[in-house]
């Protein structure tokens, strides 16, 4: 999207989030738009990348959305007030939509976020906008909140906004002469954290923003009538600087980012309710300041606040008729059929009014993907099962896909009585039984499945279903084999192949299993299974059974090869291996044990590279500054 002042920049492959808003009167970004796109295991379905602002809604899960690395719908509204631009799509977890339509206004960004419930189901609900600005030690955070719910340790604390002490028990203490207490709206204070900030109900209007310093005072706003409101920071420790590092892609001080966020709910560790066939829905803004530096930045932080209240008051802000006339008129279109559908999402809004019969929402238009395609083959199955009654095709491969819902589970059942249970029946209505929290009935399902056609998915269930080690590894090793001796190398095949080898790998290092261990390692590398996509659970099966055979350069070879996206809390697994290697390689050297002194010489001799860095949410790291 883009007018005379701002360049908007929307990325639908990435759940439609703002990737980055071009000022250019400024001639800067006024979001941190990332220079990288580098996932990392930080969202609900793992991978997620930082920057830009983006919508999270979840059915009541608390993380970053399902659809963080989803491709989802985009459409284009032509308006009296220009066009507007909407990001939407389904979630098939409980059966609501979301969506959220964009407009260039008065020199900012409007969002309008809404959440339609259309089931005859009360939900919870969890939604924030995270919005990502660069930012540095010197950055400095506004808002007119009173007070913060604190988390930099558990439990999290109430604490007076912005001056209390972080991470220690006196969190309100007075200090000397009631002077002593940091002020945390400088980024430079903080350790790591979330800042969920209560703003009175008295204020003009709540907000967000920040400043920093050498930069034309420029504070980026948001509004939010609900009054969720926070900000994160990975702050000023090794782990904290490595993660922005692996975020933007390498190199270091180059991805240094702060997220300042807005929802409905007061922190991020709760959710809302969302009744049944109810929607809602809101309006948030995003603009640009020019502040006085002075004031801003001043010892006076309560003067730095009412200076961008009376700019927000004022016709060069957004003042509350100004929102309320953009809340009105985007209400008015927010059920408006879009003009041209932009990019197309997934197919399972479209499955799903295939049931029903009707629209779930107004306005929001859902499509078959192209015969063919992948998004094709993945919903095939159901598209045949909704049409038909019956499997037919789908009979033929692995499933790429799967359903849970009340309504799925109905139809899938009618449709063993209509046809007969099949293979593909009993399969799917194991996964539905153990989605509710069963074992004994899936675990028969799955053995039917197994009977009827021998499927390696049948076999790796019953292995996770099991209760001991050793009565699990007979099934995933007939996972295994049936998948390569019995089935057709398709898309099906290829991911199934993926996830056992991730699956495998953790078990056996679990276990530690090292004559196992040494047979699947010589399996999928003879067969390079891996030739298309690294497996970080395998690299690191390869390192801890090197590191067993005393083979310590190998395991270090790997170490320094390669990044480990799916790695967070566990990076201190990567760093240990490191470590241990390390001191293999003194100890053959030395040609005798090491003594806890020389341990400790050959670790800060060989320290642990950039690329493995910190453990993710550690406060501490030795080797990454």
Same mark, same amino acid.
């Given at each position: #999207? ?32 990332? /220079? ?14 930082? $920057? ?21 719908? +985009? ?16 979630? /098939?977890?409980?059966?609501?939509? =979301? ?27 969890? =939604? ?66 979330? #800042? ?26 948001? $509004? ?75 010892? %006076? ?7 961008? %209240? ?28 879009? %003009? ?7 197919? =399972? ?13 107004? $306005? ?42 009340? /309504? ?103 276990? #530690? ?16 299974? #891996? ?15 090197? +590191? ?22 566990? /990076? ?54």
């Amino acid at each position: #999207m883009e007018d005379n002042d701002l360049k908007v920049t929307i990325t639908p492959q990435y759940a439609g989030k703002i990737w980055g808003i071009y000022d250019k009167n400024r001639k800067k970004d006024l979001l941190f738009a990332n /220079r990288a796109h580098q996932p990392a295991n930080i969202g609900a379905l793992k991978s997620w990348a930082a $920057g830009g602002a983006e919508w999270n809604w979840s059915p009541g899960i608390i993380g970053h959305s399902a659809f963080s690395e989803t491709e989802v719908y +985009l459409a284009r509204l032509d308006t009296v007030r220009g066009p507007v631009l909407r990001v939407y799509e389904f979630d /098939r977890y409980n059966g609501t939509v =979301w969506q959220v339509d964009t407009l260039i206004s008065n020199n900012s960004v409007v969002a309008h976020p809404r959440i339609t419930n259309p089931t005859d189901v009360d939900l919870r609900g969890y =939604w924030w906008t995270c919005v990502a600005v660069e930012s540095r030690p010197t950055t400095r955070i506004y808002t007119p909140a009173t007070h913060v719910a604190e988390t930099s340790r558990d439990p999290m604390r109430n604490a007076p906004w912005p001056y209390f002490a972080e991470a220690i028990e006196n969190a309100s203490f007075a200090g000397h002469e009631g002077k002593a207490l940091t002020d945390n709206s400088w980024i430079g204070n903080h350790q790591i954290g979330d #800042m969920f900030l209560r703003i009175p109900d008295t204020v003009y209007t709540p907000y967000i923003a920040h400043s920093q310093e050498d930069d034309d005072g420029f504070v980026l706003v948001h $509004g939010h009538p609900l009054n969720g409101t926070k900000f994160y920071t990975w702050g000023q420790s090794g782990p904290g600087r490595f993660m922005q590092d692996f975020l933007a892609g390498g190199g270091k001080r180059q991805g240094d980012y702060t997220e300042l966020q807005v929802g409905p709910a007061p922190t991020q560790m709760q959710n809302f309710p969302v009744p049944k066939n109810s929607i809602l829905e809101w309006t948030e803004w995003f603009k640009g300041f020019n502040g006085d530096d002075a004031t801003l930045r001043g010892e %006076d932080y309560s003067a730095a606040v009412r200076h961008i %209240d009376s700019w927000i008051q004022s016709e060069k802000g957004m003042t509350k008729e100004t929102v309320k006339d953009l809340d009105d008129f985007l209400k008015s279109i927010a059920t408006a059929t879009p %003009d041209e559908i932009l990019v197309q999402g997934q197919a =399972w809004g479209y499955l799903e009014e295939l049931l029903l019969g009707h629209k779930i929402a107004e $306005g929001l238009t859902f499509q078959l993907p192209a015969e063919g395609t992948d998004e094709w083959h993945e919903m095939l199955a159901w598209k045949e099962i909704a049409e038909t009654k019956k499997f037919d095709t789908a009979l033929k491969s692995l499933p790429l896909s799967y359903q849970t819902t009340d /309504r799925w589970l109905n139809v899938l059942q009618a449709s063993a009585k209509i046809q007969g249970t099949t293979w593909l029946h009993a399969l799917h209505l194991g996964v539905m039984m153990t989605e509710r929290g069963n074992i004994e009935e899936p675990k028969k399902l799955f053995e039917e499945s197994y009977k009827l056609k021998p499927n390696p998915i049948a076999a790796r269930n019953l292995a996770v279903l099991q209760s001991t080690a050793a009565e699990a590894w007979p099934y995933f090793q007939q996972a295994w084999k049936n998948l390569h001796e019995h089935w057709t190398k398709d898309r099906a095949y290829e991911r199934v192949t993926l996830n056992l080898i991730t699956e495998i790998s953790n078990f056996l290092q679990q276990e #530690m299993w090292y004559d196992e261990m040494a047979v699947f390692i010589e399996d999928v590398t003879s067969h390079k299974y #891996m030739t298309a996509y690294q497996v970080d659970a395998f690299i690191t099966l390869e390192i801890k059974y090197y +590191l067993n055979q005393g083979l310590n350069q190998k395991a270090l070879d790997l170490l320094s090869a390669n990044c480990f996206p799916t790695y967070a809390k566990m /990076r201190s697994d990567l760093m240990s291996f490191w470590n241990t290697a390390v001191e293999g390689l003194a100890a053959e050297k030395k040609g005798s044990a090491l003594s806890i002194l020389e341990r400790h010489q050959a670790r800060m001799k060989n320290k642990i590279p950039d690329n493995i860095g910190c453990q993710y949410a550690s406060e501490y790291c030795l080797n990454y500054w």
